[in-house]
């Protein structure tokens, strides 16, 4: 109690003096509204709407700074008095120097304009500078996380991930074996200046196979004449360790401008309430840089990143026999704890991602552009087992190297209420599996050939109204390389059926050369209505198609980082989703709400199973295996805002998916459980920007879930016993609360430090989580105390 007490004292504060409210439209030269212009008045800051319009309430009065900007515009800059409630509307110039910039926002103001997005900001990302993607992602309502363990962690955009979901890392297609489900994107969350979620598959122009959705990453945006850096320290209390990323942007008036950011992470173990989580530590160690040409009717930009991870995997999750992983599941208890350290043991992961682009733009009239763009991608995932009776335990059980190539040509337009967007792409993958780990690869070599052509079509009746549609024809064929038992073979039937893919035969295996080609469309009409009174309604109907990935077709094997032994299945079948998608959104200024239901009926949907227990020489392992049903996924996310006063705010979300196994009539195996967030904040701009928010997030139990319980045999006084394996019951549900301050100091006008305290798990509770794929062995995470420096300079 005294310590709540603590915290209550910390959300309370001075009121401020006499305020007023300022409102008003930022548009262009031709009194066009500008959508996401920023409005700055004493330290208070606002994005316009799609109208243009902006309201800032409690604004002191005398004489403040008044600074409008816009992403491709010369900015605003005055000083104005203030007495009473004021309208402001002002227009801004076009930059010529910034027309890369004008092209996002004009010609494309939106990834799509009928599917509602969700945007982080840099302010928001650089709270989550010492976590992972997924964890900021949390934030957005309807996004929840898949996890291995405390650290590898991927986003779950309406009940569905991985492949489903992909994520774009300025304007490239991040792929790095994003088929696992306990392989993270490698990617450094301190790059990110804004990342966007779109629930759905409307955005055609990033690809056809977002059933789930689609996250997109933009770096930020480096303004001309300019020399800005920025320093974050992290230090966490669970882990003992931390991070420290430090980043550079220059601009001059000549056109170019560079950037370039280093993250450097290192943390131990993990400990749950009451124990620690061996094994569990992780290191980063990441840089990006960039380099851009803008003029006039033409810009360059190049780019770089490399991101490098070691990421250990909790050794309670690879057991030696049936009776140790029956005892670990049934008792709730982990097999194995030992004393903290930094050490990062087998089993472990090692990856490395690299990333280059060149993207040049050239501007063919006013409001006509084309856009070239090749990138460069190299992924080397190196997995460790824990090697019994061997002693080269510095050697990789998987070691998987996969470069993708990819070309992408864009077109854009406007022509009188149209806005026009065409393009292509096309891509080269070439996935090497290293024999010489002495392991049989969980997937094979391949290689893959992706071409993609799209057009979208915007019709906007007026302001307030447009009509979306859009048609996207993809390409793919892969070709593998790889060896099967002859018994496994003949146990999944593949003699009847895929004869014809062996090409060889070495003792009791055969070679195969398997060979897919794949035709997809993907195709979605929407529209948006902006009403009067600040009401707006957005609809979405999207055919989406995604083809079986690498995993899911040819994986034969343990699974090293899950511990777990994986079957693909060369039978599978293209998944197509029907997906309808509505958001309505209303303000009434002191309240918001946002309400976004939403139906994916998937044909061919594919999951995995726990099918039963296999020994091998490495331990005995749960089975699962890949199979498809016809699915169908309903849900909704509610999001609201109310502003109390002009200091304290109220901040509710729910998300609820529910999915349905049409084939079997049961529930799909994996899907999020009911969620309710609260967040109370207290700000107070006058007080050195002082923010401080106690947030409560309540996970309900699962209870729509399939029976995919087994029996095996374990010894129970020197003999076998036959048990049943309860590997379907969720946990029971949760309730944990966050805490978060930071005050920000000036030290001269461009200069400033910001300071930040935060508390996960403030109350210390024990719980596992069921979309966590080690909650068979661990508990969840404790508490977990985070200081923060941030140096702006």
Do not use: C
């Amino acid at each position: 109690m005294r310590f709540l007490s603590i915290l209550f004292f910390f959300l309370v504060g001075f009121f401020g003096y006499t305020q007023v409210t300022i409102t008003g439209v930022i548009s262009d030269e031709n009194g066009l509204p500008l959508r996401d212009a920023h409005v700055h008045i004493a330290n208070k800051t606002i994005s316009t709407d799609a109208n243009g319009t902006y309201v800032l309430s409690g604004i002191p009065k005398g004489k403040q700074k008044l600074y409008i900007s816009f992403i491709g515009y010369y900015a605003i800059e005055e000083t104005i008095e203030i007495s009473t409630d004021l309208t402001i509307n002002r227009q801004l110039k076009l930059d010529v120097t910034k027309l890369d910039d004008i092209t996002i926002q004009q010609l494309s103001n939106s990834k799509s304009e009928s599917s509602n997005e969700q945007v982080l900001k840099s302010a928001t990302i650089e709270k989550f500078s010492n976590q992972t993607l997924g964890e900021a992602l949390k934030e957005v309502s309807g996004v929840s996380i898949l996890k291995t363990g405390s650290t590898i962690v991927k986003p779950v955009i309406n009940g569905l991930h991985s492949n489903r979901v992909p994520i774009i890392n300025n304007n490239v297609r991040l792929e790095d074996q994003q088929w696992g489900t306990e392989h993270a994107p490698n990617f450094d969350i301190n790059a990110a200046g804004k990342i966007t979620v779109i629930k759905g598959a409307s955005a055609l122009q990033y690809g056809g196979d977002a059933i789930g959705g689609i996250v997109v990453i933009e770096s930020e945006v480096i303004k001309k004449d300019t020399l800005v850096g920025k320093t974050i320290l992290n230090l966490a209390s669970n882990g003992m360790g931390g991070s420290l990323s430090s980043s550079l942007q220059k601009g001059n008036r000549y056109g170019w401008s560079w950037n370039a950011l280093g993250t450097f992470k290192y943390l131990g173990d993990r400990e749950t309430p009451d124990y620690v989580l061996s094994n569990s530590g992780n290191r980063e160690q990441n840089f990006s840089g960039g380099i851009r040409y803008a003029q006039e009717k033409y810009n360059f930009n190049a780019m770089y990143s490399f991101y490098n991870a070691q990421i250990g995997i909790i050794k309670a999750s690879h057991i030696g026999n049936v009776n140790d992983l029956y005892n670990s599941i049934n008792n709730q208890q982990p097999s194995l704890i030992e004393p903290f350290t930094y050490s990062i043991d087998a089993p472990k992961q090692e990856v490395q991602h690299h990333l280059a682009k060149v993207n040049y733009q050239r501007w063919l009239s006013e409001n006509t552009s084309i856009d070239l763009q090749y990138a460069f991608q190299f992924n080397n995932r190196l997995e460790f087992d824990v090697r019994r009776n061997d002693e080269n335990t510095n050697k990789a059980a998987l070691d998987l190297q996969l470069a993708t190539h990819t070309f992408l040509a864009d077109y854009k337009t406007n022509v009188g209420n149209w806005r026009l967007k065409s393009g292509l792409n096309l891509g080269y993958q070439n996935n090497f599996a290293n024999p010489k780990t002495g392991v049989r690869p969980l997937i094979p070599s391949y290689e893959k050939l992706d071409a993609g052509l799209y057009g979208i079509a915007v019709y906007k009746f007026d302001n307030a109204t447009s009509l979306e549609s859009g048609i996207r024809y993809d390409f793919s064929s892969i070709e593998a390389t790889k060896y099967y038992l002859k018994s496994r073979w003949t146990e999944r039937g593949y003699d009847a059926e895929f004869s014809h893919f062996i090409v060889g035969e070495e003792g009791n295996q055969w070679l195969t050369k398997p060979t897919f080609d794949y035709h997809n469309i993907t195709a979605n009409i929407g529209f948006r209505k902006q009403f009067h009174h600040e009401m707006e309604w957005l609809v979405n109907v999207s055919l989406a198609s995604r083809n079986p990935n690498p995993s899911e077709l040819f994986s034969d094997g343990l699974h090293h980082s899950t511990g777990q032994i994986e079957l693909g299945d060369l039978r599978l079948e293209k998944e197509q989703a029907y997906k309808f998608n509505t958001t309505f959104k209303k303000d009434w200024k002191s309240f918001q709400v946002q309400l976004n239901p939403f139906i994916n009926r998937i044909s061919n949907f594919i999951y995995l199973q726990p099918i039963g227990f296999e020994t091998t020489i490495r331990g005995a392992f749960p089975v699962w295996e890949f199979k498809q049903t016809e699915a169908l996924l309903t849900g909704f996310d509610v999001n609201t805002k109310w502003s109390i006063s002009n200091h304290f705010s109220h901040e509710l979300g729910l998300a609820y998916v529910n999915g349905q196994n049409l084939s079997t009539d049961e529930y799909l195996i994996d899907m999020p459980p009911f969620v309710i967030n609260n967040k109370i904040q207290y700000k107070n701009e006058s007080w050195f920007n002082f923010v401080s928010e106690l947030k409560s997030e309540v996970i309900f139990r699962q209870n729509q879930f399939p029976n995919y319980n087994f029996e095996t045999n374990i010894v129970v006084d020197d003999a076998l016993t036959p048990v049943l394996v309860d590997i379907s019951s969720p946990p029971k549900g949760y309730h944990l609360l966050h805490f978060y301050s930071e005050m920000t100091f000036k030290i001269n006008k461009k200069n400033s430090l910001t300071t930040s305290f935060s508390i996960q798990n403030i109350m210390n509770t024990t719980y596992r989580d069921y979309l966590n794929r080690q909650r068979f062995f661990v508990d969840e995470m404790g508490r977990n105390i985070q200081i923060q420096l941030k140096f702006n300079y």
